[in-house]
């Protein structure tokens, strides 16, 4: 269970639940909750140096048979290129459904607005900071690896080449 919310909490910046219309919002306002502020190095995700803040609310619940579920409503991820300035805010609204199988790998299924996080440390054959508008699914392994990159149907926004 432990992989499990280390990843979870990537998701929540990636995902992990993302905006509505897939469009740059107003800037949260400072006073708002921050869940999540994380700085990543060159290459980790992008060619440049990138910042992403989580403000908003979200609700992790733990279910049973080793699933979990994320709700995060009125929730928004800011992200930097710190490299130019160059930043954009998006809703990130998603939920995360993700499971725990038999053989230590978690399937992760996200519907809605959700940004993903693909890390090259992940071997991600996709590596970068995804937005994802529909329904997606991947699979990560016991080591917090990726299993399978994410696929399904809806839109997908590369913010790596956006900031760029």
Do not use: W
């Not at 993302?18 to 869940?35: M, W």
């Not at 992940?122 to 994410?150: H, M, Q, W």
């Amino acid at each position: 269970m432990e992989f499990l919310m280390k990843k979870l909490m990537v998701l929540c910046a990636l995902f992990l639940a993302f905006f509505a219309s897939a469009t740059p919002a107003i800037a949260a306002p400072p006073s708002e909750d921050v869940l999540l502020d994380i700085t990543f190095k060159p290459k980790q995700l992008c060619s440049y140096p990138v910042q992403l803040v989580v403000t908003g609310k979200s609700k992790l619940i733990e279910l049973p048979g080793d699933r979990v579920f994320i709700a995060s409503p009125g929730q928004e991820v800011t992200i930097t290129n710190l490299k130019t300035g160059e930043e954009a805010t998006f809703l990130i609204t998603g939920s995360t459904h993700a499971e725990l199988q038999a053989d230590g790998t978690t399937e992760v299924k996200v519907t809605g607005l959700n940004v993903v996080l693909n890390a090259r440390e992940a071997k991600s054959e996709k590596p970068g900071i995804f937005l994802l508008e529909g329904n997606f699914t991947f699979a990560l392994k016991e080591d917090g690896s990726e299993e399978r990159v994410f696929s399904g149907t809806g839109e997908v926004t590369d913010i790596c080449a956006l900031l760029a």
